[in-house]
C-alpha cells in the first residue's frame, strides 16, 4: 500500500523533496560509467568527426543493426501507408485533422505601424528553412504532435530521425504517418547520434536551424548539449501526472478510485522516473487509490496519495509543482483552471483522460516536465518561426528622436553610439 500524506501538515523540506524531480540526463552515474552527459558527449564527438560513418557504426552498437541506406524513400512511405490496415490509417487522419484544427489558431502576425511621425517599426514572422523532428522508436503520435504545428508554421524542409527496428526498418505505422505528413526526409537513425547529425549535419543528412520532439535520456542529454549550436523546442524528462480529484456529480467514489487507479496507470507505464500524484479531498478515495496500487507498479516510479482539506493550499502547491498533465476532476474545475499559473496541459473533468491528448483530441503532447512549465508551455506551431523586428526614420523622426538616444547613450558611457546620432542631426542642418 502506498502511503497516504496530508498535504497541510508537510513540512517545508518534505514538500521540497515532492516538488523536486531527477534530471536522468545530467546527474547519477551507472556503476564505474561516466556521467550520461559525458557519454553523450563522445557520441555527439564521433559523429561530428566521422558522419555517416560513425552513425552507421553506432546504430549497430546501440540498436543491432548494420544500415546500408540511412534514408527512407517517400516510395517506400507511400508503400507502407497504402499496405496499412484501413483503421489505422483513418486513425493517423483523424489525429491529424484534430491537431491541425488546434493549432491553425496558434499563428504570430507580421505588423507595421507608425509610432510617432516620422518612425515606422515593424515585425516579420518568419518560418524556419530547415527543422529536424525526433520520434522515439514506433509512436507516430510524436511524428504528428510534432510534423504538424511545423508544417502549419511554413517550414519547408523537414528532416525526421527515428530508430530502426531489430529487421533494420523503420516501423510501417510511422513511415505510414510520414507518408501522411509528406515528410520528404526520413531516416532511421536514433539516439543521441541522430541529435548529433541533425545538429552538425553528415554526408546524407543536412543541418537543421531547429531540432524538436521527445526522446530518452540519451537524446535529451544531446538536445542539451547542442542547444546554441542550433535551437531546441524543450527537454522533456520523464512523464509525469498530477490529478486532483474532487466531488463529481454523477459518478460516486468508488468509480472516481477505479478512474484514479486507471489514470496514474496510465503514466507510470511510461516507465522508469515516470511520477504519478494523486491529491484529493475525499479520505475514502485516497484510501482506495492507496491500497489499490501495486508495489511493481510503482518501483523505480514517484508515486504519492496526498490527501487536503483547503484548496487554497492544494492550489500552491499544483503551482509549484508545475506538471506536465494536471487532471482536474471536480464539479468546480472551471474555477481551478482559472488559478492555474503552471502546468503543460490540463484535462478538465473526468472524461477528459489524459490519454485522449496523447493521441487525438488536438492538443499537443510535447510538453515541458520536471517543472519546466513554471517558464515554458508544450510545443506550437510559434516554435517553428521567429520574429525579425525592422525600422524607418525619417530627417523628421530622428530629429524628435534623437535627444532621447543621445542622453541615453552618454549616460551609458556610449560615446560613439551618441555620435554616430550627432553625426546625422548635423548632416540634416547643413
Known amino acids: 500500500m502506498t502511503d497516504i500524506v496530508q498535504l497541510e501538515s508537510l513540512s517545508e523540506a518534505e514538500k521540497g523533496r515532492l ?183 553528415t554526408e546524407s543528412i543536412g543541418r537543421v536551424q531547429k531540432i524538436a520532439g521527445p526522446g530518452n535520456a540519451y537524446v535529451t542529454a544531446a538536445k542539451a548539449l547542442v542547444q546554441g549550436e542550433v535551437g531546441i523546442d524543450l527537454l522533456a524528462g520523464p512523464s509525469e501526472i498530477l490529478l486532483i480529484v474532487d466531488r463529481v456529480a454523477k459518478l460516486s467514489e468508488a468509480t472516481l478510485a477505479r478512474w484514479s487507479l486507471s489514470e496514474l496507470r496510465a503514466q507510470l507505464e511510461h516507465g522508469s522516473g515516470s511520477s504519478a500524484l494523486l491529491l484529493t479531498s475525499l479520505p475514502k478515495l485516497a484510501r482506495e487509490v492507496a491500497q489499490g496500487l501495486d508495489p511493481d507498479e510503482v518501483r523505480d516510479r514517484q508515486v504519492t496519495v496526498l490527501h487536503y482539506q483547503k484548496q487554497p493550499v492544494a492550489l500552491d502547491f499544483v503551482n509549484a509543482y508545475a506538471p506536465e498533465h494536471l487532471c482536474l476532476w471536480s464539479d468546480g474545475a472551471e474555477h481551478w483552471l482559472e488559478q492555474i499559473e503552471n502546468a503543460g496541459s490540463v484535462f478538465l473533468g473526468p472524461w477528459s483522460p489524459v490519454a485522449l491528448g496523447d493521441y487525438a483530441s488536438g492538443t499537443n503532447h510535447i510538453l515541458p516536465t520536471a517543472g519546466r512549465a513554471r517558464f515554458g508551455g508544450g510545443l506550437s506551431v510559434r516554435d517553428f518561426v521567429k520574429t525579425i523586428s525592422y525600422q524607418r526614420v525619417s530627417p523628421q523622426g530622428l530629429q524628435a528622436l534623437a535627444p532621447t538616444a543621445i542622453a541615453l547613450a552618454q549616460a551609458e558611457g556610449m560615446r560613439a553610439h551618441a555620435a554616430s546620432i550627432r553625426m546625422r542631426l548635423q548632416e540634416e542642418g547643413r
Not at 43 to 70: H, K, S, W
Not at 160 to 189: K, S
Open 19 to 201: 516538488l523536486s524531480r531527477p534530471v536522468p540526463w545530467d546527474v547519477g552515474t551507472y556503476g564505474d560509467m561516466p556521467l550520461l552527459s559525458d557519454q553523450v558527449a563522445e557520441i555527439l564527438a564521433e559523429v561530428r568527426r566521422r558522419g555517416d560513418a560513425a552513425l552507421r557504426e553506432l546504430t549497430e552498437r546501440f540498436d543491432g543493426v548494420r544500415l546500408n541506406d540511412l534514408r527512407v524513400s517517400q516510395e517506400a512511405q507511400r508503400r507502407a501507408l497504402q499496405a496499412l490496415d484501413p483503421e489505422l490509417q483513418a486513425a493517423l487522419e483523424t489525429a491529424k485533422r484534430q491537431i491541425e484544427r488546434f493549432h491553425e489558431h496558434q499563428h504570430l502576425s507580421s505588423y507595421h505601424l507608425e509610432v510617432a511621425p516620422g518612425s515606422e517599426l515593424g515585425q516579420l514572422v518568419k518560418p524556419f528553412r530547415r527543422v529536424g523532428l525526433y520520434v522515439p522508436r514506433n509512436l507516430p503520435s510524436s511524428l504528428l504532435m510534432a510534423a504538424v504545428p511545423a508544417r502549419l508554421a511554413g517550414v519547408a524542409e523537414l528532416a525526421v530521425c527515428t530508430p530502426p527496428g531489430p529487421d533494420g526498418r523503420i516501423p510501417q505505422i510511422v513511415q505510414a504517418a510520414a507518408a501522411l505528413l509528406e515528410i520528404n526526409e526520413l531516416y532511421a537513425v536514433g539516439g543521441a547520434q541522430a541529435i548529433a547529425a541533425l545538429a552538425y549535419g
